[in-house]
């Protein structure tokens, strides 16, 4: 679980840019713009998908991944923006 921790708190440090930003380490391919998970116009935030990565690995026993998904999942809901998720990848409102 230390491994987990480590890579959590570096990843979360080093591997973004702020709140409402993209992070760091960007790529644009299929649902993924700047570096962000885009699905029909809603914003997939890391804190849910770390959410359910996290349950996954703490049912197969993968303890390094588990604490690795419980820091960004942290991370994540620390954001003033954590539960806004409809915002238009190019920051244009849905109407």
Known sequence: MLYGILSGLAYTTWGFS?????????FTFGPFRDGMLWLNGYHVHHWVMCSVTGLLAIVLR???????SAIMVAHGVSYADAFQFEDQPDGQKKN
């Open 18 to 26: 702020g709140m409402g930003m993209p992070p760091k380490i960007r």
């Open 62 to 68: 993968w303890y390094d991944l588990a604490a690795f």
